[in-house]
């Protein structure tokens, strides 16, 4: 599966943002599809994820209440709203699929992904 990241862009402090996940190719009911986030210098961190089936959902304790990730089947895609933005969420976002032959808890940690799109930059401006 190939996945491109869109709709990042420049916020002040408190906006909001939505960003989108197409899904080129086909994914499956266990499958989960998260986003990470990497600001320069930092590593790579669990935002949010969704699984496939059940769109069931796990945030990181950061983006919880601020967040909100969803999924459309129709369009194979995936969307991440953020809203009450602060300059900490400026980030290069990434999308990501965790290919499950099974059902399975959702992971975290950026090892457990197989497939990242090419990410797209937010930039929260004080």
């Known amino acids: 599966v190939q996945l491109q990241a869109s709709g990042g862009g420049l916020v002040q402090a408190g906006g909001s943002l939505r960003l989108s996940c197409a899904a080129s190719?086909?994914?499956?009911?266990?499958?989960?599809v998260g986003w990470f986030r990497q600001a320069p210098g930092k590593e790579r961190e669990f935002v949010a994820a969704i699984r496939w089936r059940d769109r069931s959902t796990r945030y990181a304790d950061s983006v919880k209440g601020r967040f909100t990730i969803s999924r459309d089947a129709v369009q194979n895609m995936v969307f991440l709203q953020m809203n009450m933005l602060s300059p900490e969420d400026t980030a290069i976002y990434y999308c990501?699929?965790?290919?499950?032959?099974?059902?399975?808890?959702?992971?975290?940690?950026?090892?457990?992904?197989?497939?990242w799109g090419q990410g797209t930059l937010v930039t929260v401006s004080s």
């Open positions: 990501a699929t965790d290919h499950l032959d099974r059902r399975a808890p959702i992971a975290t940690i950026a090892g457990a992904y197989d497939y």
């Open positions: 190719g086909v994914i499956y009911s266990n499958d989960i």
